[in-house]
């Protein structure tokens, strides 16, 4: 058996504003955590209007006071937009407001366009290519909650939340396992990498924080009364990706406006390659993907993560996932 986790991108979809989709992921927190998945994160993204996960560190707080017993954390922070100290001092807060429930996953990519990246750096003394400082970054945000940083970090000093480093390449892989740290791998957007990354992580891995390697996926999910049905509503999350891809981020489509869109045939074979990357389907179809997956990869957690327009077909997606993979989110082979 796996644990099952939920990542959160906060999708806004057409016709709704910001506050529709928190309320959307406020409502989802609390039934996720009724029906017993281990963690709920939510990752950094800027400069997307269909997003709405633009700060970790406030929903974290908003989500945790919601819910009372499941992980809340990010996946991740992006630690080159940010200075050490003020990420310690955040999940520091955090930890202290919901001891034992808070995961600080830390990614190295900018998680936006390279002109937003530059804002978000403005005055911190990392350029643009800040990836290139993540080891000492890393090294520094670590140093603040034994007490041993440049400054005092207060609260973070004593609030250890657990850490978790993120990736989706081989990089972040060998530096998880150096450090003896979780490793979570970004499969839902890069499966071409995963195999070989769990692999890095694994051959590489020095007992440190852990005493073993412990490797999570997430991947995207999205269950239905039918394939037909799961398809259409997967449909708009896809379509949002190939505008993503072509320079035009926008809102999460209907599912009627993506099946009215009129697809090239370069687009459509876009849009079948991610679909065809993703277990989408009836419960029955979701289980067996999800146990292949599993399988396969050997992780020992599973997180996923679901794209729809509603927020109502995310959280029966999330209800279907929990009937057909085991009782209480634990997957069951």
């Known amino acids: 058996m796996v644990p099952v986790s939920v990542l959160d991108l906060v999708p806004i979809g057409s016709g709704d504003t910001p506050t529709d989709a928190l309320r959307a992921s406020t409502?989802?927190?609390?039934?996720?955590?009724?029906?017993?998945?281990?963690?709920?994160?939510?990752?950094?993204?800027?400069?997307?209007?269909?997003?709405?996960?633009?700060?970790?560190?406030?929903?974290?707080?908003?989500?945790?006071?919601?819910?009372?017993?499941?992980?809340?954390?990010?996946?991740?922070?992006?630690?080159?937009?940010?200075?050490p100290l003020v990420i310690a001092e955040q999940f520091g807060t955090l930890e202290a407001l919901h001891p034992g429930r808070i995961d600080l996953g830390i990614g190295r990519a900018p998680g936006t366009d390279p002109r937003t990246a530059r804002a978000l750096r403005r005055g911190t003394g990392v350029g643009g290519g800040g990836a290139d400082d993540f080891p000492e970054q890393l090294t520094e945000l670590a140093s603040y909650f034994r007490g041993e940083g440049p400054v005092v970090a207060v609260p973070?000093?004593?609030?250890?939340?657990?850490m978790w480093l993120l990736g989706s390449s081989g990089y972040s892989a060998q530096v998880a396992g150096l450090l003896g740290l979780p490793f979570a791998f970004a499969h839902h957007f890069s499966g071409e990498n995963t195999m070989a990354a769990?692999?890095?992580?694994?051959?590489?891995?020095?007992?440190g924080v852990l005493d073993a390697p412990y490797a999570m996926i997430a991947a995207s999910v999205l269950a239905a009364e039918s394939d037909a049905q799961a398809r259409r509503l997967a449909l708009p999350g896809a379509l949002q990706?190939?505008?993503?891809?072509?320079?035009?981020?926008?809102?999460?489509?209907?599912?009627?406006?993506?099946?009215?869109?009129?697809?090239?045939?370069?687009?459509?074979?876009?849009?079948?390659?991610?679909?065809?990357?993703?277990?989408?389907?009836?419960?029955?179809?979701?289980?067996?993907?999800?146990?292949e997956l599993v399988a396969r990869t050997g992780v020992d957690e599973l997180m996923v993560v679901t794209s729809a327009h509603s927020g109502a077909d995310r959280l029966r997606s999330y209800e279907l996932l929990a009937d057909a993979v085991g009782t209480r989110g634990t997957m069951v082979a």
């Open 198 to 207: 769990l692999a890095l992580y694994r051959e590489t891995f020095r007992p």
């Open 241 to 291: 990706f190939l505008r993503l891809r072509q320079g035009e981020p926008g809102l999460v489509p209907t599912p009627e406006e993506a099946a009215a869109y009129p697809y090239s045939a370069q687009e459509l074979a876009f849009v079948d390659d991610r679909l065809g990357g993703q277990v989408i389907g009836s419960p029955a179809t979701v289980r067996d993907g999800v146990h």
């Open 156 to 162: 973070a000093h004593g609030q250890q939340p657990a």
């Open 27 to 83: 409502a989802l927190v609390r039934r996720v955590e009724e029906l017993g998945f281990r963690r709920y994160w939510v990752a950094e993204h800027h400069g997307m209007p269909g997003i709405g996960s633009s700060s970790p560190a406030v929903l974290i707080a908003h989500l945790a006071a919601a819910s009372s017993t499941i992980r809340v954390g990010s996946g991740g922070v992006m630690l080159p937009n940010h200075q």
